[in-house]
């Protein structure tokens, strides 16, 4: 046994200099003891912080260094601040019914700290920056993680009967404002727990960002981790007493025998197609990649590639859809909608509108619509024509524009059309922020005279909060709602379509059905005070030259 203070010291450094790792290493746990022995100490430890910001806080590693069990209340505390701004803490408390310290005691407490210090730096400053590269601010594994294990996996060819899924926990952020941020957090970190218990895979579920996850699975768990990510009951709150319910979408690509994979990003471009396509609404919650997965983004890329170019060629044309007086037939407004013209075949809008929705060329798609339709306008004007109000669609893609209505009003006014005669259809909101934005910008349209009117009513999740909260001029019932002929009047969409006109009506609000296909449901419009539809039963879309004639004769049907 080492006596001699002096030795002690020497060991010590002998064993600091020969050594990588200096925190976890048995002879210098040795020389520590020895040290500490001789100079009164009961115990000593350091606790590590990733940043000297959070000093004095729970985040930190702790590590025990010495302790015989004998310590008294007397501590001494020495901090230490490293290169990358973490911060080592270290705690040394006097040895019970030992002499009190005095200043040779305190000096050599000081020397043996910032010997270690100087030895232990490079590896804490290693070991914090190995965690903020592998883990978030909420200490989930990151997306750089699961690449560096992907591919380690990879090189070693051991990803055969394995799959992965990126999914995004749905309407979290109402999850979040329901039971509070804390809770909400408790409700995420114990549903990826979960995941983790049942994927037979030992690389953790990672975090990509927000409610965004990445994960590897054995491919023989696949129906155990769907059937949980398409809803899964999650306790929380004092005692667990408290539940909410918690899914996914997600998309999901099963590693084939001959797949190569190099990087995360031959991954990522198989999953990210797939949970794309599984975050939009009237898909399955979750989508496997497959070969028509394949036709599906080729043919989004074909449709991205094409639009600049159909841009400067004027392919896309407006086609006008009326919208008529149930009481007298005539035409009272029109709906302008878009067709892409390309070469022999016009591309109906569901094939490329959904594909431009994904990115802010709809936006641009728009803003090209209303120029055509603010130009035909003008031109009917200046024939003299019977000129009616049409409306033009904005994608929920605009909110982000705060400039919104001053770019609306510079093409407008462009063509010095009256205010009355130009109606914006927007459409219902699915999150608060965009709900905010959306008011705004009806508020400020209203303001300058321009009508705007909520499209598609009853098919969104805050249907009653849009009409009370937002000063809208026109009300259109999606077709959803409007009663078929096999519907009798106590049907209950003939009862909800019966309220809704009667609550609009009530409210000021100019009402149009859409999707109007027959003559019993015209009656039923009637019926019900609901004075005004558009659909097949009047007309289809029509391109510009027809529908001038229709406005002409003034009336389609009574």
Same mark, same amino acid.
Request: some cysteine; aromatic content about 10%; overall charge negative.
């Given at each position: 046994?080492?006596?001699?203070? @002096?030795?002690?010291?020497?060991?010590?450094?002998?064993?600091?200099?020969?050594?990588?790792?200096?925190?976890?290493?048995?002879?210098?746990? !040795?020389?520590?003891?020895?040290?500490?022995?001789?100079?009164?100490?009961?115990?000593?430890? @350091?606790?590590?912080?990733?940043?000297?910001?959070?000093?004095?806080?729970?985040?930190?590693?702790?590590?025990?260094?010495?302790?015989?069990?004998?310590?008294?209340?007397?501590?001494?505390?020495?901090?230490?601040?490293?290169?990358?701004?973490?911060?080592?803490?270290?705690?040394?408390?006097?040895?019970?019914?030992?002499?009190?310290?005095?200043?040779?005691?305190?000096?050599?407490?000081?020397?043996?700290?910032?010997?270690?210090?100087?030895?232990?730096?490079?590896?804490?400053?290693? %070991?914090?920056?190995?965690?903020?590269?592998?883990?978030?601010?909420?200490?989930?594994?990151?997306?750089?993680?699961?690449?560096?294990?992907?591919?380690?996996?990879?090189?070693?060819?051991?990803?055969?009967?394995?799959?992965?899924?990126?999914?995004?926990?749905?309407?979290? %952020?109402?999850?979040?404002?329901?039971?509070?941020?804390?809770?909400?957090?408790?409700?995420?970190?114990?549903?990826?727990?979960?995941?983790?218990?049942?994927?037979?895979?030992?690389?953790?579920?990672?975090?990509?960002?927000? !409610?965004?996850?990445?994960?590897?699975?054995?491919?023989?768990?696949?129906?155990?981790?769907?059937?949980?990510?398409?809803?899964?009951?999650?306790?929380?709150?004092?005692?667990?007493?408290?539940?909410?319910?918690?899914?996914?979408?997600?998309?999901?690509?099963?590693?084939?025998?001959?797949?190569?994979?190099?990087?995360?990003?031959?991954?990522?471009?198989?999953?990210?197609?797939?949970?794309?396509?599984?975050?939009?609404?009237?898909?399955?919650?979750?989508?496997?990649?497959?070969?028509?997965?394949?036709?599906?983004?080729?043919?989004?890329?074909?449709?991205?590639?094409?639009?600049?170019?159909?841009?400067?060629?004027?392919?896309?044309?407006?086609?006008?859809?009326?919208?008529?007086?149930?009481?007298?037939?005539?035409?009272?407004?029109?709906?302008?909608?878009?067709?892409?013209?390309?070469? !022999?075949?016009?591309?109906?809008?569901?094939?490329?509108?959904?594909?431009?929705? %994904?990115?802010?060329?709809?936006?641009?798609?728009?803003?090209?619509?209303?120029?055509?339709?603010?130009?035909?306008?003008?031109?009917?004007?200046?024939?003299?024509r019977n000129v009616v109000r049409i409306s033009a669609n904005l994608s929920r893609k605009h909110m982000l524009d705060v400039d919104l209505v001053q770019h609306l009003l510079e093409i407008i006014d462009k063509y010095n059309i009256p205010h009355v005669l130009f109606e914006v259809e927007l459409t219902e909101t699915t999150t608060d922020?965009?709900?905010?934005?959306?008011?705004?910008?009806?508020?400020?349209?209203?303001?300058?005279?321009?009508?705007?009117?909520?499209?598609?009513?009853?098919?969104?999740?805050?249907?009653?909060?849009?009409?009370?909260?937002?000063?809208?001029?026109?009300?259109?019932?999606?077709?959803?709602?409007?009663?078929?002929?096999?519907?009798d009047e106590h049907s209950p969409t003939s009862v909800m379509f019966k309220y809704v006109v009667g609550m609009a009506r009530e409210m000021g609000l100019e009402i149009i059905a859409e999707g109007v296909e027959t003559k019993t449901q015209v009656e039923v419009l009637r019926k019900n005070g609901c004075d005004i539809a558009q659909?097949?039963?009047?007309?289809?879309?029509?391109?510009?030259?027809?529908?001038?004639?229709?406005?002409?004769?003034?009336?389609?049907?009574?």
């Open positions: 046994m080492i006596t001699d203070i @002096v030795q002690a010291f020497q060991y010590f450094i002998r064993q600091m200099s020969e050594v990588e790792n200096a925190l976890d290493t048995d002879c210098i746990a !040795d020389a520590i003891n020895d040290i500490c022995r001789l100079s009164d100490v009961g115990s000593m430890k @350091v606790d590590i912080y990733s940043s000297a910001t959070l000093i004095d806080t729970d985040k930190k590693e702790t590590h025990i260094l010495y302790d015989d069990g004998e310590s008294d209340d007397d501590v001494i505390k020495i901090k230490k601040i490293t290169g990358g701004s973490g911060a080592l803490v270290y705690t040394i408390s006097h040895k019970k019914g030992s002499e009190p310290w005095n200043e040779r005691l305190h000096n050599r407490l000081d020397l043996l700290v910032s010997i270690l210090f100087v030895f232990t730096s490079r590896f804490v400053i290693n %070991q914090v920056a190995q965690k903020y590269a592998y883990y978030d601010e909420a200490e989930y594994h990151n997306l750089r993680y699961f690449g560096a294990e992907l591919t380690k996996l990879a090189a070693e060819n051991k990803t055969k009967g394995l799959a992965a899924a990126q999914f995004n926990l749905k309407h979290f %952020q109402g999850v979040n404002h329901h039971v509070g941020r804390d809770n909400g957090d408790v409700v995420m970190r114990t549903f990826i727990n979960g995941l983790d218990e049942i994927k037979g895979c030992s690389v953790p579920v990672c975090r990509m960002g927000g !409610d965004n996850f990445i994960m590897l699975m054995s491919a023989d768990k696949i129906d155990d981790v769907v059937e949980y990510l398409k809803g899964t009951i999650i306790s929380f709150g004092d005692e667990f007493s408290e539940r909410v319910n918690v899914s996914a979408t997600a998309g999901i690509y099963v590693f084939e025998d001959d797949f190569e994979l190099k990087i995360l990003g031959d991954l990522m471009d198989k999953l990210m197609p797939a949970s794309g396509l599984a975050k939009k609404a009237g898909r399955d919650d979750v989508i496997f990649y497959d070969s028509e997965l394949m036709n599906i983004r080729q043919q989004i890329a074909t449709i991205q590639h094409q639009f600049p170019i159909a841009m400067e060629n004027s392919e896309f044309l407006v086609y006008y859809q009326p919208k008529v007086s149930i009481t007298d037939g005539t035409i009272v407004g029109a709906e302008a909608l878009c067709r892409w013209s390309q070469k !022999d075949r016009l591309i109906p809008p569901g094939e490329f509108i959904p594909i431009l929705e %994904q990115s802010m060329d709809i936006c641009k798609l728009d803003f090209y619509m209303i120029e055509r339709v603010c130009r035909d306008i003008r031109r009917w004007i200046d024939e003299g922020v965009e709900f905010k934005d959306l008011k705004r910008v009806v508020q400020t349209l209203q303001k300058q005279g321009i009508s705007t009117s909520v499209d598609d009513f009853g098919i969104g999740y805050s249907s009653l909060k849009l009409i009370k909260e937002i000063p809208w001029n026109v009300l259109k019932i999606d077709k959803s709602f409007v009663p078929v002929d096999e519907d659909g097949f039963y009047y007309d289809r879309p029509l391109p510009a030259a027809e529908f001038e004639k229709r406005l002409e004769t003034g009336a389609i049907k009574r």
